[in-house]
């Protein structure tokens, strides 16, 4: 067998990378569907019965303190942790309990984690040309070559985060925001229709707090945006609908204005700071 003939066999291997070609119907209903979603470790419920809907192109925002079970919620939602009862729906058609990580990236779901993720050797543009959504098989990517479509993308996504004077920069000497907005650039040139921020501006300036909230409320409407966050003051800039965990359950939704007021919401979150203070 030829050195080609056998990177061919391998390519197969690899179908998993390659962008999905199966739309999310969210003409009867929201983008994401959680219903009555429990999940325990070691007897203990980190998710309790938990109700959650995001509609295409909203922007919401997550917040409860410590161990309220937002991360098991967003590992739910990406596959990483299978919940003991309930159901998950991408839009009407994905059942996103019946579908490994993979899978559920492929469809349109994009993670970014607190801690910033890029290669830090490379340039912005490269992090982001390797990051685009195309046949990731072998053969493809070993033949592939830089068109019109691609860095038009590139340039668009640049424009998005900001980093148009630095794409030639190696991503390893961009401050800690901007390493963030490049990280969320290599989602977005995926296209994701879902994009679940943990954090975004833990560790970042006042200014690049400013542009984060520019970036995000950017992306409402072309992205349903999700962002889990703990600085009250980042999350009113930004905040269309708030949601309040407590104890893996939704305590509280609403404005941020209605859920600051809600006695609940004081008593469980905000006013952990009222009595520190």
């Known amino acids: 067998m030829s ?30 569907y959680m219903e009555d979603v429990t999940v325990s470790f070691d007897g203990f419920k980190a998710i309790n019965d938990l109700n959650l ?28 942790t299978r919940p003991d009862t309930g159901s998950v729906w991408f839009g009407s058609r994905h059942n996103l309990l019946t579908l490994s990580e993979p899978e559920i990236a492929r469809l ?14 490379l340039t912005v543009f490269e992090n ?16 592939a070559r830089m068109n019109g479509d691609i860095r038009d993308r590139i340039d668009e996504v640049l424009g998005m985060i900001g ?22 650039g290599m989602l977005l040139m995926q296209r994701p229709r879902l994009l679940l ?23 409402a409407g072309k992205q349903s945006v999700v962002v889990v966050e703990h600085d ?14 407590h104890q893996g359950s939704v305590l509280a939704e609403g404005t941020m204005d209605q859920v600051q007021s809600d006695p609940k919401v004081i ?4 006013g952990e700071s009222e009595e520190a203070a």
């Open 128 to 143: 982001l040309e390797l990051a685009m959504a195309t046949d990731k098989r072998v053969l493809p990517t070993l033949m």
């Open 267 to 270: 008593e469980v979150y905000l």
């Open 197 to 219: 921020v943990d954090e975004p501006v833990a560790g970042m300036t006042e200014q690049e707090m400013e542009r984060t909230a520019e970036l995000l409320t950017g992306l």
């Open 53 to 80: 809907t995001i509609d295409d192109g909203e922007l919401r925002c997550i917040i409860g303190p410590n161990g309220a079970g937002k991360t098991t919620m967003m590992d739910i939602i990406t596959g990483k």
């Open 108 to 121: 349109g779901i994009g993670r970014k984690f607190q801690k910033p993720t890029v290669f830090e050797a």
């Open 3 to 32: 050195l080609l003939q056998s990177m061919a066999q391998r390519d197969r291997v690899f179908d998993f990378l390659v962008p999905s070609e199966s739309p999310v119907d969210v003409r009867h209903g929201p983008i994401l």
């Open 232 to 245: 009250m003051g980042f999350v009113r800039s930004i905040a269309r609908k708030v949601t309040v965990l």
């Open 163 to 184: 980093l148009e004077a630095q794409y030639r920069q190696p991503a390893g000497i961009l401050s800690h925001g901007q390493k963030q907005w490049l990280e969320i």
